[in-house]
């Protein structure tokens, strides 16, 4: 069964340090991959999205994400935080294969110490 | 701008009473979900449709149905609420054509469900 990990389920980094969130899938063929932040109380809002081309994807609020293949993972990056990035974060997969679903991962939730 | 609206924001429901809540989009995507997402959980899809097809998952109790019945509108009904279905309900919407052909997922902005 398709599968989306998210190693990570609590960071806390310094406002303007550089931020990894990690993500990995296990699919067989190339996924369709997301970020996806919620703040409390709010929906989903996407970040970034791979469908194909570039591994590196540029999303909104400066963010960008790495695809992988050989590590099957999509790491989601930002140079500098601010203290408006505290949130949490979702990876999500939809696996290309007919499901017409996205799976996500348990979420990684981000506090930033100001 | 085209978006996907989710009605109410917050609904407060008495146990046992049935309740509705509605999804609308204005783009024009052919596929539609509903999604239910506990405090400190990632969603959990319940069921979606792919033009009228319904297709429900296999876990989601049979108090959660579900009716579309237009291309904009769908809704969820619970129709026996307990104090377990307390959560926030996520519609979502996405394009795909019968080749795989995908557009992304849009996200409402959710409705949080209270049962006292």
């Known amino acids: 069964a398709q599968s989306v990990t998210q190693p990570d389920i609590h960071i806390t980094v310094s406002e303007g340090a550089s931020l990894e969130l990690r993500c990995n899938y296990s699919y067989g063929a190339t996924p369709y991959l997301f970020w996806y932040v919620q703040s409390p109380g709010q929906g989903l809002q996407l970040l970034l999205k791979y469908f194909s081309g570039d591994t590196l994807v540029q999303g909104i609020k400066g963010f960008e994400a790495e695809f992988k293949r050989s590590q099957s993972s999509f790491n989601l990056r930002k140079p500098s935080v601010h203290w408006s990035d505290a949130a949490e974060y979702f990876c999500a997969v939809d696996s290309g294969a007919g499901s017409y679903q996205l799976t996500f991962g348990k979420g990684t939730k981000l506090s930033v110490i100001p | 701008d085209a978006m996907v609206i989710q009605n109410p924001r917050y609904q407060v429901t008495q146990f046992g009473k049935p309740v509705t809540l509605s999804c609308s989009q204005t783009?024009?995507?052919?596929?539609m979900y509903w999604y239910q997402q506990k405090s400190s959980q990632a969603p959990k899809l319940l069921f979606h449709y792919y033009d009228k097809d319904f297709n429900n998952e296999a876990d989601t109790p049979d108090n959660f149905q579900s009716r579309r019945p237009n291309t904009s509108f769908c809704f969820l009904d619970i129709r026996s609420p307990g104090l377990g279905d307390a959560a926030m309900y996520l519609c979502a919407t996405s394009s795909y054509s019968r080749t795989g052909r995908r557009q992304g997922y849009t996200f409402g902005s959710g409705t949080r469900l209270t049962v006292v």
């Open positions: 783009l024009n995507h052919n596929v």
